[in-house]
């Protein structure tokens, strides 16, 4: 029979191990939150099948609903977005409503891009707004994150590398 270390699974599904770990709880394994902690090939497959169907859902989700946000999410995708960096498309904007944020351009997801929605605001490089001129697009890897009042954002270390698409 065939072990599998936790590490090689989550590099292989781009996830973390606490992730994994979650989902093997919720398949009735208990295992250590140990990136050498092996599993047999039939939790390795469960797994892996588990990932790819809360992937399938949330293309599905993309598909039917265009208003699509982070908080019509389950928990578990909820986790799945927070634990998976992506690469995203965002552009540069001014807002209608400048109260409460920084400086007078922002950085947006651009739309079709579930569940990362215009509407929410991408904490990255301020060079993104400073550097190019408004309305430019760029690619850029990110997260989703919740804050502890439960509003989403998105997050893009400001030391990463970004792309510009359409300037």
């Not at 140990?34 to 992937?55: A, G, M, R």
């Not at 079709?112 to 060079?127: H, R, T, Y």
């Not at 998105?154 to 030391?159: G, H, L, M, P, V």
Request: aromatic share 10%.
């Amino acid at each position: 029979m065939s072990n599998y270390r936790l590490s090689k699974l989550a590099r292989e599904l781009d996830s973390k191990i606490a992730t994994i770990v979650h989902y093997a709880e919720e398949l009735g394994y208990q295992i250590d939150c140990n990136p050498n902690t092996k599993i047999d090939k039939e939790l390795y497959e469960k797994i892996v099948e588990k990932v790819d169907s809360i992937e399938q859902d949330n293309c599905s989700k993309v598909n039917n609903d265009e208003e699509f946000s982070p908080e019509n999410l389950s928990s578990e995708e909820v986790l799945n977005y927070k634990n998976r960096y992506t690469e995203i498309i965002v552009e540069s904007f001014i807002p209608d409503d400048l109260n409460a944020r920084h400086g007078e351009i922002h950085i947006r997801p651009v739309k079709g891009q579930s569940p990362f929605n215009p509407n929410l605001f991408v904490a990255c490089s301020k060079s993104l707004s400073s550097d190019y001129p408004i309305g430019t697009k760029f690619q850029i890897k990110a997260k989703l994150v919740q804050r502890k009042d439960g509003a989403f954002y998105i997050y893009s270390n400001y030391t990463w590398r970004h792309e510009v698409i359409d300037e």
